[in-house]
């Protein structure tokens, strides 16, 4: 499931002003936003298309359960961060595996901020919807148990064949390992918090479980 934090713009574009040239005049003029392919690469993409990259990539990793994946803000992901991991920084994702299986069949939860997804997408030159899959694909991995910080390149090598699948571009493991690494979200230890489920570890590795608050 997909869910929208309320403080959240849901559309970051609506702000942005692209200027153009005019081919018959030197004024500047700004050009309709829904006709900017900028503007439009700003865009959160559906609630449905995100939906359905959730099951598709979910098939993929042989991950189990219910996902709910938040979008949310700089400050709302930096809270979460600084009660879990003991960071106190915005970062990409964090991720929040389920403790244990249950009758619901939950598998975990992940929490993307947009603002941060949004510049790291300019910064790699793609678009938000290209970087949101990206870090629903790292997170979904570590919900499925992987941990590139503890393991042997095993995380690394599933996340590049399921990103092939995917046609995604490089993911967050590579990114950190072309420079200097500057870890983000990941996996929080075990401590009683506000059921969606628990924390793991983004542009780094991973947290152990936790239960936290369903948004």
Known sequence: MIFLDPDLDPDPSSRVKVPRRSVSSARTVFSAPAQNPLVRAQRIPTTRTLSRFLREAQSAAKLRGQVTVLLTTDAAIRRLNRQFRGKNKATDVLSFPASAPGPLKIAGDLAISIPTALRQAGEQGHSLGVEIKVLMLHGL????????????????????????????????????????????????????APSMTQPYRGKGGRARPSKVARP
């Open 141 to 192: 991995l570590h919900l499925a148990g992987y941990d590139h910080e503890a393991d042997h390149g095993e995380m690394a090598r599933r996340e590049q064949k399921l990103r092939a699948h995917f046609r995604l571009p490089h993911g967050l493991i590579e990114r950190n390992a072309s420079s200097t690494p500057k870890m983000g979200a990941g996996r929080a230890p075990k401590s009683g």
